[in-house]
């Protein structure tokens, strides 16, 4: 399967679509490379491309009035970023390449045109937003209630549904995730999040393999949020 093909096929919205309907699609979308530290967008440009990561990670970040950084996602392969240029003149948060990153990407104008000409991809989208829309009110609520170290457990199993693969240790995390990384996306500091992982690496609920986090036992570590 040609790889452009492939990555696309791994975007929700454009899963009902048959082979020969993302075969076109294809056609709209071009690659593009970010060195580490580059953004593709900041918030507040106009929102003109959807990407899509083909390669990399890219932090989805909020700036506060005094400059601090607060992640609120890290998307990888096969995810998108700049939703806002389906239902926003202005991007709402700014993407920064986390290490070298290559995407293939669409502007607004041919989004809309393939909108217009696909039914069932004007439905995934609406499926998708309202989705992504949960998900974020659940952070939201996440945040504000739960201590860190559930924040952290469940950031832990949400990424292993969303990029985990069954081992014999266990279900691991696809992706290069590091203690910064974790720590700006739950809102605590790089120390508390070093304790909160080693505290679940003693009790048995988490480990790792070449860089990548395992957990162990994930209805173990379901009980576990659910007592803390």
């Not at 969303?162 to 014999?168: D, I, L, R, Y």
Request: with cysteine; charged share 25%; aromatic share 6%.
């Amino acid at each position: 399967m040609d790889e452009k093909l492939r990555i696309l096929k791994k975007v929700p919205f454009f899963q009902d679509l048959s082979q020969s309907e993302l075969s076109q699609i294809c056609r709209s979308f071009t690659q593009r490379e970010f060195k580490r530290g580059q953004y593709l967008f900041w918030e507040g440009d106009p929102a003109n491309w959807l990407y899509v990561i083909k390669e990399g990670k890219v932090k989805i970040i909020k700036h506060s009035t005094s400059g601090k950084e607060m992640v609120l996602e890290i998307v990888t392969p096969g995810d998108i970023c700049g939703g806002g240029a389906i239902f926003s003149e202005t991007h709402p948060a700014s993407a920064k390449a986390a290490e070298r990153t290559i995407t293939f990407s669409i502007s607004k104008q041919s989004l809309f045109g393939l909108l217009a000409k696909y039914q069932s991809l004007a439905q995934g989208i609406i499926v998708y937003l309202g989705e992504k829309l949960m998900k974020a009110h659940e952070m939201i609520m996440a945040l504000a209630s739960s201590k860190v170290d559930k924040r952290i457990a469940a950031l832990l199993l949400g990424l292993s549904e969303k990029h985990g693969s069954p081992t014999p240790q266990g279900v691991k995390i696809n992706i290069r995730l590091t203690r910064q990384d974790i720590a700006d996306i739950v809102g605590t500091t790089v120390e508390t999040a070093i304790r909160v992982m080693s505290k679940l690496k003693k009790q048995g609920l988490i480990t790792s393999d070449s860089k990548r986090i395992i957990l162990i036992d994930k209805e173990k570590l379901k009980n576990w949020i659910a007592k803390n």
